[in-house]
């Protein structure tokens, strides 16, 4: 099995498509429906904590059984999020890239350090 520091994103993207090409799905993966499956795919993740303590989280994680149900569900927006950026040729890294120097100027380490408030706030 794969592990992250030896997969690339392209061979990612390029196994989602080929799994849709040979099932004749692109006609149903327009760039709304797979905004709809990556947001309900995230929903799915969000059950599993809902209404749970910071000790229960750490619970589900050390549990193997519940563990492989919250990877899954990762993985499931992993796949619709490959598949959007495959269909419509977005480059996951630039534009990975590209947000986290956004991020930089909007919360700066001296003003945010410790911090959980929106830049908005500040």
Same mark, same amino acid.
């Given at each position: 099995m794969a592990k992250d520091s030896e997969t690339k994103i #392209? #061979? *990612?993207k390029e196994l989602v498509k080929k799994y849709c090409e040979l099932r004749d799905w692109d006609q149903f993966h327009n760039a709304k429906d797979l905004a709809?499956? *990556?947001i309900t795919e995230a929903s799915e993740v969000l059950e599993h904590f809902r209404f749970k303590s910071k000790e229960e989280v750490e &619970?589900?994680?050390?549990? $193997?059984e519940k563990r492989e149900e919250i990877e899954d569900e990762i993985a499931d927006v992993m796949w619709f999020l490959f598949r959007?950026?495959?269909k419509y040729n977005?480059? *996951?890294s630039e534009a990975f890239e590209r947000k986290? &120097? &956004?991020f930089e100027k909007k919360y700066p380490i001296e003003k945010f350090k410790? $911090?959980?408030k929106k830049y908005? #706030? *500040?």
């Open positions: #392209e #061979e *990612l709809i499956g *990556l &619970k589900m994680f050390e549990n $193997s959007l950026a495959q977005v480059d *996951l986290m &120097k &956004k410790g $911090s959980n908005t #706030e *500040l």
